[in-house]
Nanobody, 115 residues
Framework: QVQLVESGGGLVQPGGSLRLSCAAS????????MGWYRQALGKQRELVAVIGSDGRSNYADSAKGRFTISRDNAKNTVYLQMNSLKPEDTAVYYC?????????WGQGTQVTVSS
């Protein structure tokens, strides 16, 4: 079994920053891909950012220029640095890792951007 624990969510004012972390533990061999999805209330879940084992990353158009995804392979951890946050970034953020052909998901962390 693989477990993912997320942290770093919270309430922030527009224009502020947050850094999300997601640490994987359990039966881990090789982590091929890691990333973040988000789901706003009443909306469909959307992909925010992904990063491969080679360090290459891709972002949703809404995140480009503001968000940065990174990973620490020694700690089995993926991060999402979010800058210049907007109210429309408000959502539950879910991390995932791909191990052995299967995706594992975190429980989600709430990000609220409001004054």
């Amino acid at each position: 079994q693989v477990q993912l624990v997320e942290s770093g969510g919270g309430l922030v004012q527009p224009g502020g920053s947050l850094r999300l972390s997601c640490a994987a533990s359990g039966s881990i061999s090789s982590i091929y891909g890691m990333g973040w999805y988000r789901q706003a209330l009443g909306k469909q879940r959307e992909l925010v950012a992904v990063i491969g084992s080679d360090g290459r990353s891709n972002y949703a158009d809404s995140a480009k220029g503001r968000f940065t995804i990174s990973r620490d392979n020694a700690k089995n951890t993926v991060y999402l640095q979010m800058n210049s946050l907007k109210p429309e970034d408000t959502a539950v953020y879910y991390c995932y890792v791909r191990i052995g052909g299967r995706n594992y998901w975190g429980q989600g962390t709430q990000v609220t951007v409001s004054s």
